[in-house]
């Protein structure tokens, strides 16, 4: 048959689309379908370890992961629209011990859980790492839990862009001798490489302990109080030291004056980009910023959250006279366009468009300031934990 006899469907068939085009489509499919159609296709495949095109590919958050601050309370998933409800996140198949699983880190889609933590006086016990999308799990090593005077935090850190292993950073601070600082922290690392802790890498006396978030082998850290954040570099198994740098947020600085009480917004990223969102004075509108560089913020995006709540006053005063806001900013996904929100007035949790404005109730939670946690969850759906990383048992 020459090529002039060809049906139009048959000439389109035929026609070859370039790499460039090809992942532009393949990036505006569901993480899952995108998976499953690589499985069957050499050259799709090809593209996740391709620098230049695995970070178009789709990682699309499907709910939020919650724990209530109570005795035996389960890890829960608060759907997305259109997110895998097949994923057991309640994390049944990691063998249970004397204490239920308390819900600490998530990142990239493997999550960081222990038996015991804040609620119990015993402190952390048996630190686990897993991935609720395959099921897998590994306990870590934890041999030095630290007195009963020490405050322990884990920051888990992966990102399949950047490493296939994943490290765990443990911030120690204890009782500092110099009477001048209330406390002096210690950090040390896990290597999933080699499954082994570091010696201490970083000291310090500032209370680097907030809320965290690791993009393109860095660990960035809120400061408790301060408006800024700590920036660690991921080290390797050799390193004698962290690099590390400071980073002022912008926005509202935490407790403006004396009448006004903010906390500090809420960390992203997107597209291998740091971004950080944060209220405005008057609560009504919420900025976007992205971190360009090493320390210059660009607003990405103002969005208005009064039709949001159905009213114009989005501040409130506490037993003691101070403003504050009457929602916060759990998290926000700019790939899907999105802010979630909780209504402090009404316990919901709110799923916010920041195209379009328009918001739906994703979760209603009784008694929302008893959450322990709440954590936007990213499905990882390689079939085994990083290959140098010994997996749990399987049933």
């Known amino acids: 048959m020459l ?21 532009e489509i393949l990036s505006r499919l569901p993480l899952k379908s995108f998976c499953r159609f690589k499985c069957v296709c050499k050259s ?12 178009k590919l789709p990682r699309n958050p499907i709910g939020l992961l919650y724990q209530k601050r109570e005795h035996g309370t389960s890890i829960h998933l608060a759907g997305l629209p259109s997110g895998d409800r097949d994923i057991d996140t309640t994390l049944s198949f990691v063998p249970c011990h004397k204490f239920p699983l308390e819900l600490k880190d998530c990142s990239n ?45 884990l920051k888990l850190c992966f990102d399949p862009l950047w490493s296939q292993h994943f490290y765990v950073f443990k911030f120690e601070s204890s009782p500092s ?36 978030l690791f993009v393109n082998g860095v660990l960035y850290v809120g400061h408790l109080w301060g408006h800024c954040l700590l920036a660690l570099e991921a080290p390797g198994t050799r390193t004698q030291l962290l690099n590390d740098r400071t980073i002022q ?15 500090d917004g809420c960390l ?42 159905g009213r114009d006053m989005l501040l409130r005063t506490n037993s003691r006279g ?17 802010v979630i929100l909780v209504d402090l007035t009404t316990d919901k949790v709110l799923s916010v468009s920041i195209s379009t404005g328009e918001g739906s109730e994703i979760l209603k939670v009784p008694g929302f300031f008893e959450l322990y ?10 079939k085994q934990l990083p290959a140098s990383v010994p997996q749990g048992a399987q049933d």
């Open 109 to 153: 889609g493997l999550i960081l859980c222990y038996h015991g933590g804040i609620m119990y006086s015993e402190g952390i016990s048996d630190p686990i790492v897993c991935n609720p999308a395959t099921q897998e799990w590994m306990e870590i090593p934890y041999a030095e839990p630290g007195t009963a005077l020490n405050e322990i935090n």
């Open 177 to 212: 001798p110099d009477p001048d600082h209330g406390t002096s922290t210690e950090v040390k690392v896990f290597f999933s490489e080699d499954s082994t802790w570091s010696t201490c890498l970083w000291e310090t006396d500032d209370a680097f302990w907030g809320d965290s």
């Open 3 to 23: 090529e002039g006899d060809l049906e139009p469907w048959q000439e389109m068939a035929t026609m070859v689309l370039p790499d460039d085009l090809v992942v």
């Open 373 to 382: 946690r709440s954590l936007l969850y990213v499905p990882y759906y390689c």
């Open 268 to 309: 992203c990223q997107s597209s291998g980009v740091l971004c950080y969102a944060q209220q405005e004075l008057d609560g009504c509108m919420l900025r976007i910023w992205s971190l360009e560089g090493a320390d210059r913020w660009v607003v990405k995006h103002r969005l208005s959250v009064n039709d949001v709540f």
């Open 44 to 55: 799709w495949l090809s593209f996740s370890s391709d620098l230049h095109y695995r970070q």
């Open 322 to 338: 101070l403003w504050y806001f009457d929602y916060e900013i759990l998290d926000f996904d700019l790939e899907r366009e999105l």
């Open 249 to 263: 947020l912008p926005g509202i600085p935490y407790a403006t004056d004396q009448k006004f009480y903010c906390y």
